[in-house]
């Protein structure tokens, strides 16, 4: 039986290293007494995290694993009386409640083990970093974000865990903040993310008006149980979640950040990359099956930008020569085919390539940071080959995980691409080509890697075969505020305090290889859960039967996996081995057996249009920068200049109305007309006293005198009027 507080532990462990660390990072100077006592915190809260979350699924699995394990620690947001959808909902209310069932006991195995894992590598490869314990505290918060998103039990609680990733990958991608580059990355996936975060939060606000809930288990039973009363508003559910995950997980338009998170060091890169934050959209996409099943037009376009964004990344991936940007866009297209499994349906299919990705892509960012940690902090792969002479361990690590993700059997790719690439067949015929073309460029970038990395001799001294490429906006005007990165400011592990210069490669140190050797044991065995039935496994397989209680019948029909023939089932795995055997020879041809890369260079140069296309990612950071940072600034100066010449004109207009025409005018009228009406009756009070005045002049006769003229006046005006 699942325990609650062991539940409650597994995140706030994580998140209490993050803060004992977070207080002595200010106040302790990297010696290494205090290096000790945060390998210790770091390594101690996410390795105990790690064991109760092993612990805690050993208990779920012994309950039974049929029901989901839910808790509510507390009424979090007790808003009263809602909505209540169908009348079957009392009240309103949102808990913060943990939850356990087949499909966050998987993610939380990943997101533990692995990020230990990672925890452990960066003991090693950030030991001379002066802000080693920072670093420390930002993984222990990534942990305890990502461990808050797998275990929410409802939408909120889910989406605090979102925006805390997407605050850790901040942080994380930007840890050289003195380093221009490093802060621009940052400030791009911030950004980016913000844009999917908006959509995630209006489809979290249309459930809840929708079912009057945010929690998991109520919406979900709501919406198997009626699904005809609910099909309608679904697709606008979830092409609004779908925007969010587009964001969180790098797909087309919003996978821009992710590339250019190479800026933070390497055990970032595979700490956001392999288990943790690339994965929220595809784990929130199958959490929210139900809703998506109800709704073929968004499973239609989950299919779609997922299989256009793997090819599209794949082929990004062929003309890279940072070795870290290569790993980059793999990761890109792999997302893509982790979205297409689910958009056709094939739910179990994308968690499954979760999980083995997870491995391999893991060992691969670490293997490579092993390689730039032995390289002096060179990145540039044309600057490297012989490395096998050099670094044994991590070049059979990086050989096995290249197999496992180009998917050669009995390798763990193998069996989860092959299951997504099957399944799309069943479903889609072009979605089906393009997922076959990206898997064939897949094998093709990773042993191109490979060669170029560990094949022929030390190039150190100079690049061989194709002449050095200048940085992105050689020749062209960057946008001023641009958040565009030049590639050669993208040699993030150069911050790391490594020159290549004059440097001879050596190995990495234990604490480095032996969690490639654990990662590089778990991309081979990883697929065994997978075992289809050509091979002599059963249907449906392992890891399906496993994740069926998260797929909820629709209307009381009960979730069918698909299931080919046997012959149509071999035919599928043989197209699978064979693009990636026509990958591998395509790389072995122009990059193993041409030490010089000459086949190569004269095919760059033959189709040099295509080549400059890949080699610059489309030019879409270019369209970007013009469109939405250029068109945000000229709109901004547009609107500072309607602000000061129309706006101000018109406000300075209405002051010159009223200061030089009413209040002049005012002023001349009440002078000219008000004062001087005043003034004119002053006047001729005065005047008129003036004139009687002279008649007062105090001589009787006078007054006689007045009065007899008087008498005379009025006689002769008698006289005259007298008819």
Request: proline share 3%; hydrophobic share 50%; charged share 10%.
């Amino acid at each position: 039986m699942v325990n609650a507080t062991v539940l409650l532990l597994i995140p706030l462990l994580p998140a209490l290293g993050a803060l004992i660390n977070g207080l002595r990072a200010a106040a302790s100077p990297l010696t290494p007494k205090n290096r000790a006592v945060t390998n210790v915190i770091a390594l101690g809260s996410t390795g105990l995290s790690a064991i109760l979350a092993a612990w805690t699924v050993i208990a779920y699995v012994g309950g039974g694993a049929s029901a989901a394990f839910q808790h509510a620690y507390y009424t979090w947001i007790p808003a009263g009386l809602g909505h209540a959808a169908g009348n079957t909902i009392a009240s309103f209310a949102v808990d913060f409640a943990f939850r356990i069932d087949a499909l966050s006991c998987t993610m939380l195995l990943i997101v533990t083990w692995v990020g230990f894992l990672i925890h452990v590598y960066a003991t090693g490869y950030m030991a001379h970093e002066e802000g080693y314990t920072r670093f420390f505290t930002y993984l222990n918060l990534f942990m305890f974000m990502m461990l808050l998103l797998v275990l929410g039990a409802n939408y909120m609680v889910m989406f605090v865990g979102w925006e805390g990733v997407g605050l850790c990958s901040y942080l994380l991608i930007g840890f050289y903040y003195d380093k221009n580059f490093a802060a621009d990355a940052g400030k791009k996936a911030f950004v980016a993310n913000r844009i999917g975060d908006f959509g995630f939060i209006l489809g979290v606000f249309l459930i809840f008006n929708t079912f009057g809930t945010a929690d998991f288990g109520k919406v979900f039973a709501l919406a198997s149980a009626h699904p005809q009363a609910y099909a309608g508003i679904a697709t606008t559910i979830c092409l609004l979640l779908f925007v969010g995950a587009c964001g969180k997980s790098a797909q087309i338009p919003l996978y821009v950040w992710l590339p250019d998170a190479m800026a933070g060091p390497t055990p970032v890169s595979a700490l956001i990359h392999a288990a943790t934050m690339v994965t929220a959209g595809v784990y929130m996409v199958v959490r929210s099956n139900v809703l998506f099943r109800l709704s073929p037009d968004a499973m239609l376009v989950v299919a779609t930008v997922g299989a256009v964004t793997a090819i599209f990344a794949a082929t990004i991936g062929i003309a890279q020569n940072d070795i870290k940007k290569v790993l980059a866009y793999s990761t890109v297209s792999q997302l893509g085919f982790m979205f297409l499994a689910a958009g056709v349906g094939a739910f179990t299919a994308a968690i499954f390539h979760v999980m083995t990705h997870a491995f391999f892509k893991a060992c691969l960012f670490l293997g490579a940071g092993s390689v730039i940690h032995g390289c002096g902090g060179e990145q540039d792969m044309r600057k490297m080959g012989g490395l096998r002479k050099y670094m044994p361990k991590t070049r059979m690590t990086m050989l096995i995980a290249c197999i496992a993700i180009a998917g050669f059997p009995p390798l763990a790719g193998f069996f989860s691409k092959d299951e997504i690439l099957a399944t799309t067949y069943e479903h889609h015929g072009f979605l089906y080509f393009l997922g076959m073309v990206a898997a064939t460029c897949t094998a093709f970038y990773m042993f191109r890697l490979y060669f170029m990395t560990f094949s022929g001799d030390y190039r150190a001294a100079g690049v061989v075969g194709y002449p050095e490429s200048e940085p992105e906006h050689a020749g062209h005007d960057v946008i001023p505020g641009s958040l565009h990165l030049d590639d050669g400011d993208v040699h993030s592990d150069k911050a790391h305090g490594h020159h290549a210069e004059a440097h001879t490669p050596h190995e990495s140190p234990w604490s480095m290889t032996g969690v490639l050797w654990i990662l590089a044991i778990l991309a081979v065995i990883g697929g065994i859960v997978g075992i289809p039935q050509m091979l002599g496994g059963t249907h449906p397989t392992i890891f399906q039967r496993w994740l069926l209680p998260v797929l909820l019948p629709l209307g009381g029909e009960h979730f069918e996996f698909a299931e080919a023939s046997r012959m149509q089932e071999a035919l599928l795995i043989a197209s699978s081995v064979a693009v990636a055997f026509l990958g591998w020879l395509l790389a072995y041809v122009l990059y193993k057996k041409d030490a010089a890369f000459a086949r190569a260079t004269r095919m760059a140069t033959r189709f040099a249009f295509f080549h400059r296309l890949l080699e610059n990612k489309y030019y879409v950071d270019e369209f970007y920068n013009f469109v939405f940072v250029g068109g945000t600034l000229a709109f901004s100066r547009a609107l500072s200049w309607f602000d000061a010449n129309i706006i101000d004109g018109i406000v300075n207009g209405v002051r010159n109305l009223t200061v030089v025409v009413l209040g002049h005018g005012s002023w001349l009228f009440d002078r000219f007309i008000v004062d001087g009406a005043v003034n004119g009756v002053g006047f001729s009070a005065r005047g008129g006293s003036r004139f009687f005045r002279r008649m007062q002049s105090g001589f009787v006769q006078n007054y006689a005198l007045v009065m007899g003229g008087g008498i005379v006046l009025i006689a002769a005006v008698y006289l005259f009027t007298k008819p």
